[in-house]
């Protein structure tokens, strides 16, 4: 390739590979350390459901209202013999409820305060959100 053709490549590729350098992402050693938002606390039992089931407060995360005040919002996890599953994305500060056989009440908890009542059912441990 000679002539225009070879010149035009070149250009090309030269702004190809140009490209190809950092775009603004902060560099890995600025990250904030994987458990810097966490809790550790010993997992508490917070109810027993008829058929066996119990449900538990795992670990959880710091948490602050918009005055300042500290708090500690903790995940959910059910279990059943030796199998455990947290429920997706829930985190709570107050005690659950139980509402039946499968399922049961409990609050979210965002900035240390109450935002929504969930129906957690027993056998997948998914939240279903109850309306006000």
Same mark, same amino acid.
């Given at each position: 390739?000679? &002539?225009w *053709?070879? %010149?035009?490549?070149?250009v090309?590729s030269a702004?190809?590979i +140009?490209?190809?350098?950092? #775009?603004?992402?902060p560099?890995p050693?600025t990250?904030p350390?994987?458990d810097?938002?966490?809790?550790?606390?010993?997992?508490s039992?917070?109810?027993?459901?008829p058929g066996?089931?119990?449900?538990?407060?795992?670990? &959880?995360? *710091?948490g %602050?209202?918009?005055?300042?005040?500290?708090?500690v919002?903790? +995940?959910?996890?059910?279990? #059943?013999g030796e199998?455990?599953?947290k429920?997706?994305l829930?985190y709570?500060r107050?005690?659950?409820?139980?509402?039946?056989?499968?399922?049961f009440?409990?609050e979210?908890?965002?900035?240390?305060?109450?935002i929504?009542?969930?129906?957690?059912?027993?056998?997948?441990g998914?939240?279903?959100?109850?309306?006000?």
């Amino acid at each position: 390739m000679t &002539g225009w *053709k070879g %010149a035009l490549l070149a250009v090309s590729s030269a702004g190809m590979i +140009s490209g190809c350098g950092a #775009r603004g992402e902060p560099p890995p050693t600025t990250l904030p350390p994987a458990d810097a938002g966490t809790v550790q606390l010993p997992d508490s039992l917070l109810l027993s459901m008829p058929g066996g089931n119990t449900v538990w407060l795992t670990e &959880g995360r *710091k948490g %602050a209202d918009s005055t300042g005040k500290a708090c500690v919002e903790r +995940s959910v996890e059910v279990r #059943r013999g030796e199998y455990r599953f947290k429920v997706p994305l829930l985190y709570t500060r107050d005690t659950a409820i139980v509402l039946d056989d499968t399922s049961f009440r409990a609050e979210l908890s965002r900035g240390c305060h109450r935002i929504a009542s969930y129906r957690v059912n027993l056998r997948d441990g998914m939240p279903y959100r109850i309306p006000e």
